[in-house]
């Protein structure tokens, strides 16, 4: 089989759809549950999960770099890096509430171009790779098209840690759109790939939270970048906001850098 992006797409979709089985098993069963040092929690099931997908990944791409959540990095230097997040939304996960997810980027020269976002428990799959549009469950997704901050519906990811952190930033968020909720993980940003939602705000992310997101959004006609309007990659300060359009995502920048 030829090494071309479509068919790289469809080896990981079969890699994170077995992957999936693995978090799922574990779903409703009882949890050991430790704490990492940053005081975030980590189980069994993001282990094994992203054991799975790493070894799969080296099976298929030898040559690859990996950069995950639970483990150490391989081959940073590599021109392609595979970014794992096996259970986006742990502390979702052991809650018991069903919209955890996987994430899975593919980094080429430092820019996301292929991105899988799977949540297990709702039995959907968003993929996407550069110049071959975004799907949910294989059928075609695009954004909203709003470009009105004032008919907006807005989700504020973190909301508490923006309120801890940036008051003013959040007091400007909970008036702003027509529709706001608070929220959490890459379930919101998969909303606006798929026109359900126009726009998120995120904070405090690593880049196996958002690099998987950048691809699904891009191809599905809406823009994400960090709050000042940069370039996702593994640099960015964790600050993130995806939008339906341009002119809303120019919207949400102003309102974001007010001060």
Same mark, same amino acid.
């Given at each position: 089989?030829?090494?071309?992006?479509?068919?790289?797409?469809?080896?990981?979709?079969?890699?994170?759809?077995?992957?999936?089985?693995?978090?799922?098993?574990? %779903?409703?069963?009882?949890?050991?549950?430790?704490?990492?040092?940053?005081?975030?929690?980590?189980?069994?099931?993001?282990?094994?999960?992203?054991?799975?997908?790493?070894?799969?990944? !080296?099976?298929?791409?030898?040559?690859?770099?990996?950069?995950?959540?639970?483990?150490?990095?391989?081959?940073?230097?590599?021109?392609?890096?595979?970014?794992?997040?096996?259970?986006?939304?742990?502390?979702?996960?052991?809650?018991?509430?069903?919209?955890?997810?996987?994430?899975?980027?593919?980094?080429?020269?430092?820019?996301?171009?292929?991105?899988?976002?799977?949540?297990?428990?709702?039995?959907?799959?968003?993929?996407?790779?550069?110049?071959?549009?975004?799907?949910?469950?294989?059928?075609?997704?695009?954004?909203?098209?709003?470009?009105?901050?004032?008919?907006?519906?807005? %989700?504020?990811?973190?909301?508490?840690?923006?309120?801890?952190? !940036?008051?003013?930033?959040?007091?400007?968020?909970?008036?702003?759109?027509?529709?706001?909720?608070?929220?959490?993980?890459?379930?919101?940003?998969?909303?606006?790939?798929?026109?359900?939602?126009?726009?998120?705000?995120?904070?405090?992310?690593?880049?196996?939270?958002?690099?998987?997101?950048?691809?699904?959004?891009?191809?599905?006609?809406?823009?994400?970048?960090?709050?000042?309007?940069?370039?996702?990659?593994?640099?960015?300060?964790?600050?993130?906001?995806?939008?339906?359009?341009?002119?809303?995502?120019?919207?949400?920048?102003?309102?974001?850098?007010?001060?």
């Amino acid at each position: 089989m030829p090494d071309t992006l479509d068919t790289r797409l469809e080896t990981v979709l079969g890699i994170t759809e077995d992957a999936s089985r693995i978090s799922l098993a574990h %779903f409703e069963g009882a949890l050991h549950i430790d704490t990492k040092d940053d005081a975030s929690p980590v189980t069994i099931a993001d282990q094994e999960t992203e054991q799975y997908i790493r070894s799969k990944l !080296e099976a298929a791409f030898p040559e690859d770099g990996i950069f995950g959540e639970e483990f150490d990095n391989l081959r940073l230097d590599s021109a392609t890096i595979w970014v794992i997040d096996p259970i986006d939304g742990t502390r979702s996960f052991i809650a018991g509430v069903p919209l955890f997810g996987m994430l899975l980027a593919m980094v080429q020269d430092g820019s996301p171009v292929l991105g899988i976002c799977r949540l297990p428990a709702l039995g959907q799959v968003f993929s996407a790779a550069k110049g071959m549009g975004a799907t949910r469950n294989g059928a075609a997704i695009r954004t909203s098209g709003q470009t009105k901050l004032r008919d907006a519906m807005l %989700f504020i990811n973190e909301g508490e840690n923006i309120y801890a952190n !940036e008051p003013d930033v959040f007091d400007r968020l909970t008036k702003a759109g027509k529709l706001r909720r608070l929220s959490y993980d890459c379930q919101p940003h998969a909303l606006v790939a798929s026109g359900q939602i126009d726009a998120v705000v995120d904070y405090n992310l690593k880049p196996y939270d958002y690099l998987a997101m950048v691809p699904i959004i891009e191809e599905a006609g809406g823009v994400i970048t960090d709050w000042h309007g940069a370039t996702l990659d593994f640099n960015s300060d964790g600050r993130v906001v995806s939008a339906a359009t341009p002119e809303l995502h120019a919207e949400l920048l102003t309102l974001l850098n007010a001060d």
